[in-house]
């Protein structure tokens, strides 16, 4: 009976398995062809996107105004797109039934016919910028939006051809899994017959195996005391503990084989030996009575603790149990059970001396340490503690934690500590550092940089905070932002602040779909102020604009000193017309003299006007574009101009200057002049700084001001970077061959500080040149970091650990931060030449001069001093402990030949090359 019921078993298992692996076959097929079908969609997603890809060139030539580049990139993406056309159509061809396949042929036909259409109209689009008729392709461009929008209805069409495919197969494959599942239950009423066949029989095997578990059982009953006695055996022999049997005369009888492994004697070297002969004499007598209480009172535990003689010699603390009792032949003997606790004690002796380091350790710390119990009451209150919150340490313990912290904030902390308690997560630490605000015995509140972890033993958790007070770092850190963030001299923010407003206020413009208005404002002939008054009355006529040009602005708005004489307004939420008015107002305001030590000046500004999105989709944009229309209306006479397009033609001279800086950078029209650093301490010369110059064969000596924005704009600020490192390691070369131990600082760029490979090619140059790296300092400007700080970290690290030194220059004027600056690897900081120069008449500069010069030190790093020009200056900036300066007082840049004879004959001297004769010294 039981082989039939296995045989009927065995028949409906194989059925079943059929049907199962029947239904798989069917869910794997529909799969396979839904994943088929999955990655034609997104191949059609891919010719979506190239299809993109070949119209955008055509929108982006109206910004970007290069033809041949946007040309040839549509050439590139047409390119694409055909060839995966064509791949899509032979998938169609090879692949697919031709009654699925003929419709979604006929949907690529009307996709290509589509898209050559849009094709035909982005090159008339570029034929009219080739022919300079801007309007006409203008016009044009909405026929090729329209163009690209039947392209994506086309596309629309494809896939929702695709998806009915996709249903109709998913349906089908259905079905057919449905069938094959009615048919299974048939399967299943077999199995219910014969599990009730089974059932039965099971009655009877199980009574069977009851009689044979029962003798089982009696059999492991046995096996389990054997193995018990066996187990007591192993325990006493070998063991940790020492079992030692001694009689009434104190003579050992037996002791275990752990002896061997504890004090380093065999068994037999202690029987028959007396317990005498290994106790210390100190704690021999102590033992002896123990011993002899024992036998008095038998079965009775006494512990104590004696040192037993190690074979070695040395003494070893044995913790033991003395019991009484009688042994196999009724005699009454001891039985010491003893463990060795030698290194017990040494490990608690160490423990001791630890906790008496870290209590010394708590004491001395500057930071507060302050412990508290699973109710928030003070358990340790450290002398850090007591000198930060004014408590002694007996008046806060056992008081509630609310004690140092201010009542608005103490229920929140509270609860903050109760979740961290009671939290899911394991960790120890409370997340990173944090910063909270404290109550002093006083009552006054400061900030403090927290950092909390929890122990738990034995159910009650400890917490523990270590605080430090940061209130002077917070002061520091206020002082460095706003150095980095406003104006020294008027106080308004300063070009990065008020570009940081400017994209936030495009991003909210792109959200909301409301317009922004950024106006850009240069004083006219205030260089005619400076000259004929001094600089003085310059600084005070800027001082007034801000407050005079704030009372016509709403809260929302920002006016900024962009540099010089030149003003930014951002008015958000604000158009054409609304620009106007402002404009209208800021006119009217200027008409009003300001007075300025009794004197009376009058000025009138340019005025620039960009609007977003009419104008830009970008910052950068807008303030381009601004520029472009303020020096449009300086042009025309004062007043205010709009940007239209046709204003960025008005300057042939620097397109003519952008056409033939690249021949200048290849044929060595660059020069370079040097202006030495001169150390204060010492008054030596300790490096120069080298500054480019275009010796142009026609227009003269160019200043830098007039084609390193070209340079930046046409992409050959990488070459020229390169040229002027070369020339400068040259000259470095020379100079030391004459003795002359300089360091020569070269002037990088944000394009440079984006450039991964510019590591690489200094390191050749270098290695070229046969300068050593330490002879080769780098200057980069805040702005220049900020514009991609991740990247700009990599490459200054990878610069450094080549053995560079880096400089900050124009150190105040620009956008970073100083938790970012702390991570750069620079060693210098130059302070700007704009703080430098009014020290002598702003108090508010010379504050600043001096916080800078702290702060640098704080850090570690040098600080040079730009734009000295009186002896006052240099003076001034020796008392403050500036390490160095250069500026005209000292020396105007010159070339390198002249700054040579002025090596040997100014009262600054050069530190010479190791080796080399003292007749040299310059």
Same mark, same amino acid.
């Given at each position: 009976?039981?082989?039939?019921?296995?045989?009927?078993?065995?028949?409906?298992?194989?059925?079943?398995?059929?049907?199962?692996?029947?239904?798989?076959?069917?869910?794997?097929?529909?799969?396979?062809?839904?994943?088929?079908?999955?990655?034609?969609?997104?191949?059609?997603?891919?010719?979506?996107?190239?299809?993109?890809?070949?119209?955008?060139?055509?929108?982006?030539?109206?910004?970007?105004?290069?033809?041949?580049?946007?040309?040839?990139?549509?050439?590139?993406?047409?390119?694409?797109?055909?060839?995966?056309?064509?791949?899509?159509?032979?998938?169609?061809?090879?692949?697919?039934?031709?009654?699925?396949?003929?419709?979604?042929?006929?949907?690529?036909?009307?996709?290509?016919?589509?898209?050559?259409?849009?094709?035909?109209?982005?090159?008339?689009?570029?034929?009219?910028?080739?022919?300079?008729?801007?309007?006409?392709?203008?016009?044009?461009?909405?026929?090729?939006?329209?163009?690209?929008?039947?392209?994506?209805?086309?596309?629309?069409?494809?896939?929702?051809?695709?998806?009915?495919?996709?249903?109709?197969?998913?349906?089908?494959?259905?079905?057919?899994?449905?069938?094959?599942?009615?048919?299974?239950?048939?399967?299943?009423?077999?199995?219910?017959?014969?599990?009730?066949?089974?059932?039965?029989?099971?009655?009877?095997?199980?009574?069977?195996?009851?009689?044979?578990?029962?003798?089982?059982?009696?059999?492991?009953?046995?096996?389990?005391?054997?193995?018990?006695?066996? *187990? !007591?055996?192993?325990?006493?022999?070998?063991?940790? #503990?020492? =079992?030692?049997? &001694? @009689? /009434?005369?104190?003579? $050992?009888?037996?002791?275990?084989?752990?002896?061997?492994?504890?004090?380093?004697?065999?068994?037999?070297?202690?029987?028959?030996?007396?317990?005498?002969?290994?106790?210390?004499?100190?704690?021999?007598?102590?033992?002896?009575?123990?011993?002899?209480?024992?036998?008095?009172?038998?079965?009775?535990?006494?512990?104590?603790?004696?040192?037993?003689?190690?074979?070695?010699?040395?003494?070893?603390?044995?913790?033991?149990?003395?019991?009484?009792?009688?042994?196999?032949?009724?005699?009454?003997?001891?039985?010491?059970?003893?463990?060795?606790?030698?290194?017990?004690?040494?490990?608690?002796?160490?423990?001791?001396?630890?906790?008496? *380091? !870290?209590?010394?350790?708590?004491?001395?710390?500057? #930071?507060? =340490?302050?412990? &508290? @119990? /699973?109710?928030?009451? $003070?358990?340790?209150?450290?002398?850090?503690?007591?000198?930060?919150?004014?408590?002694?340490?007996?008046?806060?313990?056992?008081?509630?934690?609310?004690?140092?912290?201010?009542?608005?904030?103490?229920?929140?902390?509270?609860?903050?500590?109760?979740?961290?308690?009671?939290?899911?997560?394991?960790?120890?630490?409370?997340?990173?550092?944090?910063?909270?605000?404290?109550?002093?015995?006083?009552?006054?509140?400061?900030?403090?940089?927290?950092?909390?972890?929890?122990?738990?033993?034995?159910?009650?958790?400890?917490?523990?905070?270590?605080?430090?007070?940061?209130?002077?770092?917070?002061?520091?850190?206020?002082?460095?932002?706003?150095?980095?963030?406003?104006?020294?001299?008027?106080?308004?923010?300063?070009?990065?602040?008020?570009?940081?407003?400017?994209?936030?206020?495009?991003?909210?413009?792109?959200?909301?779909?409301?317009?922004?208005?950024?106006?850009?404002?240069?004083?006219?002939?205030?260089?005619?102020?400076?000259?004929?008054?001094?600089?003085?009355?310059?600084?005070?006529?800027?001082?007034?604009?801000?407050?005079?040009?704030?009372?016509?602005?709403?809260?929302?708005?920002?006016?900024?000193?962009?540099?010089?004489?030149?003003?930014?307004?951002?008015?958000?939420?604000?158009?054409?017309?609304?620009?106007?008015?402002?404009?209208?107002?800021?006119?009217?305001?200027?008409?009003?003299?300001?007075?300025?030590?009794?004197?009376?000046?009058?000025?009138?500004?340019?005025?620039?006007?960009?609007?977003?999105?009419?104008?830009?989709?970008?910052?950068?944009?807008?303030?381009?574009?601004?520029?472009?229309?303020?020096?449009?209306?300086?042009?025309?006479?004062?007043?205010?101009?709009?940007?239209?397009?046709?204003?960025?033609?008005?300057?042939?001279?620097?397109?003519?200057?952008?056409?033939?800086?690249?021949?200048?950078?290849?044929?060595?029209?660059?020069?370079?002049?040097?202006?030495?650093?001169?150390?204060?301490?010492?008054?030596?010369?300790?490096?120069?700084?080298?500054?480019?110059?275009?010796?142009?064969?026609?227009?003269?000596?160019?200043?830098?001001?007039?084609?390193?924005?070209?340079?930046?704009?046409?992409?050959?600020?990488?070459?020229?970077?390169?040229?002027?490192?070369?020339?400068?390691?040259?000259?470095?070369?020379?100079?030391?061959?004459?003795?002359?131990?300089?360091?020569?600082?070269?002037?990088?760029?944000?394009?440079?500080?984006?450039?991964?490979?510019?590591?690489?090619?200094?390191?050749?140059?270098?290695?070229?040149?046969?300068?050593?790296?330490?002879?080769?300092?780098?200057?980069?400007?805040?702005?220049?970091?900020?514009?991609?700080?991740?990247?700009?970290?990599?490459?200054?690290?990878?610069?450094?650990?080549?053995?560079?030194?880096?400089?900050?220059?124009?150190?105040?004027?620009?956008?970073?931060?100083?938790?970012?600056?702390?991570?750069?690897?620079?060693?210098?900081?130059?302070?700007?030449?704009?703080?430098?120069?009014?020290?002598?008449?702003?108090?508010?500069?010379?504050?600043?001069?001096?916080?800078?010069?702290?702060?640098?030190?704080?850090?570690?790093?040098?600080?040079?001093?730009?734009?000295?020009?009186?002896?006052?200056?240099?003076?001034?900036?020796?008392?403050?402990?500036?390490?160095?300066?250069?500026?005209?007082?000292?020396?105007?840049?010159?070339?390198?030949?002249?700054?040579?004879?002025?090596?040997?004959?100014?009262?600054?001297?050069?530190?010479?090359?190791?080796?080399?004769?003292?007749?040299?010294?310059?």
């Amino acid at each position: 009976m039981y082989f039939a019921l296995a045989g009927f078993d065995l028949l409906t298992v194989l059925l079943g398995l059929y049907l199962s692996h029947r239904t798989a076959d069917i869910y794997a097929g529909s799969v396979a062809v839904n994943h088929e079908w999955a990655d034609r969609l997104g191949g059609y997603d891919r010719l979506r996107r190239l299809a993109g890809a070949v119209n955008a060139p055509g929108n982006n030539v109206f910004d970007s105004h290069h033809v041949e580049a946007e040309s040839t990139a549509m050439k590139e993406a047409q390119r694409a797109f055909e060839e995966g056309m064509t791949i899509a159509r032979s998938d169609l061809t090879t692949r697919v039934a031709p009654d699925i396949a003929v419709p979604l042929i006929g949907d690529l036909k009307t996709i290509q016919t589509a898209m050559d259409d849009m094709t035909a109209e982005a090159r008339l689009i570029f034929s009219y910028f080739d022919t300079h008729e801007p309007a006409k392709a203008g016009q044009r461009m909405a026929t090729m939006d329209r163009k690209y929008d039947i392209v994506n209805q086309a596309f629309g069409h494809l896939n929702e051809h695709i998806r009915t495919i996709q249903a109709s197969h998913f349906s089908q494959q259905m079905e057919a899994a449905h069938r094959v599942q009615r048919f299974e239950w048939v399967i299943a009423a077999l199995v219910l017959l014969m599990l009730a066949g089974a059932t039965g029989y099971g009655l009877h095997l199980s009574r069977q195996e009851g009689a044979r578990e029962r003798e089982r059982e009696h059999k492991q009953q046995l096996q389990a005391m054997l193995r018990s006695e066996q *187990r !007591f055996r192993t325990l006493v022999e070998y063991g940790s #503990d020492i =079992i030692l049997n &001694v @009689d /009434d005369a104190r003579t $050992i009888r037996y002791v275990s084989p752990s002896v061997t492994r504890v004090l380093g004697y065999q068994p037999d070297d202690l029987v028959e030996r007396s317990l005498s002969d290994f106790l210390h004499p100190e704690d021999a007598p102590g033992v002896i009575e123990r011993c002899v209480q024992s036998f008095r009172e038998p079965d009775t535990d006494r512990p104590i603790d004696f040192r037993f003689a190690h074979r070695d010699g040395s003494w070893h603390t044995l913790n033991t149990i003395v019991n009484a009792g009688l042994d196999q032949w009724g005699t009454v003997s001891l039985i010491l059970n003893a463990r060795d606790i030698s290194e017990r004690q040494k490990t608690e002796a160490e423990h001791r001396a630890l906790q008496e *380091r !870290f209590a010394n350790i708590l004491n001395i710390a500057a #930071d507060a =340490i302050i412990s &508290v @119990d /699973d109710d928030q009451r $003070i358990l340790l209150f450290n002398r850090g503690a007591e000198q930060i919150f004014g408590y002694r340490a007996e008046e806060v313990v056992g008081q509630p934690l609310d004690l140092i912290i201010p009542d608005r904030l103490a229920r929140a902390h509270r609860e903050h500590v109760r979740e961290f308690g009671t939290g899911p997560t394991s960790s120890r630490r409370m997340g990173e550092r944090q910063e909270i605000a404290g109550r002093r015995k006083d009552g006054t509140e400061f900030q403090v940089e927290a950092s909390i972890s929890r122990i738990t033993d034995r159910g009650r958790t400890i917490y523990t905070a270590i605080l430090r007070d940061i209130t002077e770092r917070r002061h520091t850190e206020e002082t460095v932002r706003h150095l980095a963030y406003y104006d020294s001299l008027t106080a308004l923010p300063n070009r990065a602040l008020l570009h940081e407003r400017l994209t936030q206020a495009v991003l909210a413009g792109h959200r909301e779909n409301k317009p922004v208005a950024f106006i850009l404002m240069d004083l006219d002939r205030f260089k005619d102020i400076n000259n004929s008054l001094g600089h003085h009355y310059g600084d005070l006529l800027l001082r007034q604009m801000g407050p005079r040009i704030q009372t016509l602005l709403r809260q929302s708005d920002t006016i900024a000193r962009m540099g010089g004489d030149e003003f930014a307004i951002l008015l958000p939420d604000t158009d054409g017309e609304g620009a106007r008015q402002v404009v209208a107002k800021l006119q009217k305001a200027l008409e009003a003299p300001f007075a300025i030590d009794g004197l009376t000046v009058t000025v009138e500004a340019s005025i620039g006007i960009a609007l977003y999105p009419e104008h830009g989709l970008k910052a950068e944009t807008l303030v381009q574009r601004a520029d472009v229309a303020m020096y449009a209306a300086k042009h025309g006479g004062g007043g205010y101009v709009v940007y239209a397009p046709e204003h960025d033609h008005y300057s042939p001279h620097r397109l003519a200057l952008m056409g033939e800086l690249r021949y200048a950078i290849e044929h060595d029209e660059l020069v370079l002049h040097y202006q030495p650093k001169i150390h204060l301490q010492s008054g030596r010369v300790i490096g120069v700084e080298a500054l480019v110059r275009w010796q142009h064969p026609h227009r003269g000596l160019i200043p830098p001001d007039e084609f390193v924005p070209l340079a930046e704009r046409t992409g050959l600020m990488k070459p020229l970077t390169l040229g002027v490192i070369t020339a400068a390691l040259r000259q470095s070369q020379i100079w030391y061959r004459e003795g002359l131990r300089l360091t020569v600082a070269v002037n990088l760029s944000a394009r440079n500080l984006q450039d991964p490979q510019l590591p690489d090619q200094v390191a050749e140059l270098l290695q070229n040149a046969g300068v050593s790296p330490e002879h080769l300092e780098l200057e980069i400007t805040e702005s220049t970091i900020m514009a991609d700080p991740a990247r700009a970290l990599d490459i200054l690290t990878r610069l450094n650990r080549m053995g560079l030194a880096l400089a900050i220059d124009d150190f105040g004027t620009g956008s970073s931060s100083l938790g970012y600056l702390k991570r750069l690897p620079v060693s210098e900081i130059k302070i700007d030449k704009s703080f430098v120069r009014n020290m002598a008449e702003d108090d508010n500069d010379a504050v600043i001069v001096r916080s800078t010069i702290e702060l640098a030190h704080n850090l570690g790093l040098t600080v040079v001093a730009e734009g000295v020009e009186t002896q006052y200056l240099l003076d001034r900036l020796t008392a403050l402990g500036c390490d160095a300066a250069q500026g005209y007082y000292m020396s105007k840049p010159m070339p390198a030949p002249a700054l040579t004879r002025w090596f040997h004959e100014s009262p600054w001297k050069v530190t010479m090359v190791p080796g080399d004769a003292d007749s040299k010294a310059a």
